[in-house]
């Protein structure tokens, strides 16, 4: 399924087409994945309205990749043949820490053809193995709704017993709920949403609390973590933090319709590393994180778009593309 302009994403759009691509070949040092599922995200979204275009049209879409190798390029040889790997928003870089903030960052999907295919290559060292408790759907939402949502778990630095709050509850934050409750098991969470049946959701998998996004939380919160597309959360957000408090924004991009402190400390994540990878994957396998999935086939890819742009969203959605 590929891109070959942006658009409004109204609900009846149809920004993807069905296309017959050329089998990639794996330069030095990459792999070819042989593609079983790959997740749908809210920075597709982006992608497809303009606020991350893809750097050049037409782009396959798609970084919550899972596969099997099935080629490796010359001295690619971390991976036999048949290896179950996936990859993330992050395509290759530096290998530094700071490789996600570098010029150099390329993103799956939005720089070069990303997971909305049967193939892609990728550099071996930014294919992460994935664990054997997750089923290839399981472990798709693993590899950016996970893996951003445990850095900005890091990025609050709450210890045990500090209180947080999530506003909004889809793919990244219904994953960084159990994962606060494993690692800080004294610690409150709070959360934030518009829908009723996502409040609903956050409750069954043992939040605290659960109110609407502007609603007053039961007391000023230590941290919170921003997972929504809109600016109004934000402030709304700040109205809970305590003072001193710190809120961790999770989104790449935000839209533009509703922009319009005591003192409070905001950060932003800007996309993950290669070691945030390489270092949630076995984490989430220890909890273990279960991501609740939704399937759709790959021909039904916009409508999986469509439905996360205006439906009500549990979890996350999730393209079936192969079998092993």
Known sequence: MILDRTMPLSRDARPLRLADLPVPEPAAGEVRIRISACGVCHTELDEIEG?????????????????????????????????????GWIHHSTGEDDENL??????????????????????????????????????????CAGGVGYRALRLTGITDGRSLGLTGFGASAHLVLPLTKFLYPKSRVYVFARSGRAREFARELGADWAGDTEDPAPQLLDAIIDTTP????????????????????????????????????????????????????PLAARVPLKPQVQLYPLEQANQALIDLRYGDVRGAKVLQIGER
């Open 51 to 87: 606020r991350t275009a893809p750097a050049v049209f037409p782009m396959v879409p798609g970084h919550e990749v899972v596969g099997y190798v099935d080629k490796a390029g010359e001295g690619a040889l971390r991976y036999a043949q048949g290896a179950r790997v996936g990859t």
């Open 102 to 143: 570098s010029p150099c960052f390329a993103a799956t999907g939005r720089d070069v053809p990303g997971g909305y295919a049967e193939y892609m290559t990728v550099r071996e060292n930014y294919a992460y193995p994935i664990p054997e408790v997750f089923s290839d759907a399981e472990a798709a939402p693993l590899l």
């Open 230 to 281: 809109a600016w109004r959360p934000v402030l709304a957000a700040l109205t809970n933090l305590k003072p001193g408090g710190r809120l961790v924004i999770n989104a790449i991009r935000k839209e533009d319709a509703d922009r319009d402190l005591m003192e409070k400390e905001i950060k932003t994540v800007a996309n993950v590393t290669s070691r945030d990878l390489a270092g949630f994957l």
